[in-house]
């Protein structure tokens, strides 16, 4: 059974840091892209950052210079550090695991809260 289960969220005041973690179990994502999506209340799930098998990266224009995406293979994991952070940042972090042609990823995590006050 596949499984991704994200850490680190929380509350932040605005310029603050968070740094999120999602650790992967039940097969392999080392040649295959992982991720985040995030889901602000009353909005549509909103893609965040990928990076590939090869560590290219990929973001949002919004969070583009504030967040950096990293993996470590041989954990199984993918880390998002959150930069500068912004109100309108605040929204349910998903994490995903390999990247469809849909724009999307097949496996999920449950998701970690981020709340940044201003």
Not at 11 to 35: I, K, T, W
Not at 42 to 51: A, P, Q, T
Not at 61 to 76: E, H, L, Q, W, Y
């Amino acid at each position: 059974q596949v499984q991704l289960v994200e850490s680190g969220g929380g509350l932040v005041q605005a310029g603050g840091s968070l740094r999120l973690s999602c650790a992967a179990s039940g097969r392999s994502f080392s040649s295959d892209s992982m991720g985040w999506f995030r889901q602000a209340p009353g909005k549509e799930r909103e893609f965040v950052s990928r990076i590939d098998s090869r560590g290219s990266t990929y973001y949002a224009d919004s969070v583009r210079g504030r967040f950096t995406i990293s993996r470590d293979n041989a954990k199984n994991t993918v880390f998002l550090q959150m930069n500068s952070l912004k109100a309108e940042d605040t929204a349910v972090y998903y994490c995903g695991g390999f990247w469809t042609g849909a724009a999307s990823f097949r496996y999920w995590g449950r998701g970690t809260q981020v709340t940044v006050s201003s």
